[in-house]
């Protein structure tokens, strides 16, 4: 069963940098293709990053590309977000997904599993 728990979120000011880390369980981790993807208040839930099964190919949305970076560490079976220069629009619960494609694009769909999210509030 696989779990994926995120963490790392939190209130921080406009310019500011978080980083989010999501926890992954129950399956090899290098075998699926992980991305980030976000819902902001009384709106659908949409991609933010996301890698290949390799590693080896990383794609972005266009609001996050430049200041968003998003990376692994295998052997701690762990997806990074680190977010930089931070705007009020990123205000968003964040969520972590597994896929068992190879990359898995921003489709939703293509995406098996899915973490509770973790709250990022980006101030004025």
């Known amino acids: 069963q696989v779990q994926l728990v995120e963490s790392g979120g939190g209130l921080v000011q406009a310019g500011g940098s978080l980083r989010l880390s999501c926890a992954a369980s129950g399956g090899t981790f290098s075998s699926y293709a992980m991305g980030w993807f976000r819902q902001a208040p009384g709106k659908e839930r949409s991609f933010v990053a996301g890698?290949?099964?390799?590693?080896?190919?990383?794609y972005y949305a266009d609001s996050v590309k430049g200041r968003f970076t998003i990376s692994r560490d295998s052997a701690k079976n762990t997806l990074y977000l680190q977010m930089n220069s931070l705007k009020t629009e990123d205000t968003a619960v964040y969520y972590c997904a597994q896929s068992q494609l190879y990359s898995a694009g921003s489709n939703r769909d293509n995406y098996n599993y899915w973490g509770q999210g973790t709250r990022v509030t980006v101030s004025s």
């Open positions: 890698m290949s099964r390799s590693g080896l190919s990383t």
